[in-house]
C-alpha cells in the first residue's frame, strides 16, 4: 500500500499560479507511474499529467500542455504539479495516483475502473 499526502492548493485569480505537491510513503518500490487527476462535475476522471518517475517522460492532457508541468524527486518520492497561467475551469479537486504500468501515459483516459493508490485530493480554486 502506498500513501500519498498532497498539499499545495488553494485560491488564485485567473493567470495566478500554485504548485501541488504529493509525498509518497509505504511501500514507494511498488510503483513507477505517478500523476495528478481530476474530475470534473458531471464527467469521468481525467488525467492532468502523468510520468514515468524512471523515465521522467511527462504526459499531459489538452488543456494542460504548455501550463502546468509535472516532476519529482526521486530521492524523497515526491512529485510536483506547478500549475501556471490558471483559468476558472482549472478550478477542482486534484488527486495525485501512484501506479504500476508497462506505459504510464495510457492512463491519461483511465475510464471507471480502479487502479493505483489515490491521495484525498488537494482543492485549487480559481476565479475570475
Known amino acids: 500500500l502506498v500513501y500519498l499526502a498532497e498539499s499545495g492548493g488553494g485560491s488564485v485569480q485567473t493567470g495566478g499560479s500554485l504548485r501541488l505537491s504529493c509525498a509518497a510513503s509505504?511501500?514507494?518500490?511498488?510503483?513507477?507511474?505517478m500523476g495528478w487527476f481530476r474530475q470534473p462535475l458531471g464527467k469521468s476522471r481525467e488525467g492532468v499529467a502523468l510520468?514515468?518517475?524512471?523515465?521522467?517522460?511527462?504526459t499531459y492532457s489538452d488543456s494542460a500542455k504548455g501550463r502546468f508541468t509535472i516532476s519529482r524527486d526521486v530521492a524523497i518520492n515526491t512529485a510536483y504539479l506547478q500549475m501556471d497561467s490558471l483559468k476558472p475551469e482549472d478550478t477542482d479537486t486534484y488527486y495525485c495516483?501512484?501506479?504500476?504500468?508497462?506505459?504510464?501515459?495510457?492512463?491519461?483516459?483511465?475510464?471507471?475502473?480502479?487502479?493505483?493508490?489515490w491521495g484525498q485530493g488537494t482543492r485549487v480554486t480559481v476565479s475570475s
Open positions: 495516483v501512484a501506479w504500476r504500468s508497462w506505459k504510464c501515459s495510457t492512463y491519461l483516459h483511465p475510464g471507471k475502473g480502479d487502479f493505483g493508490d
Open positions: 509505504g511501500d514507494t518500490w511498488s510503483f513507477n507511474c
Open positions: 510520468m514515468d518517475i524512471r523515465a521522467n517522460d511527462p
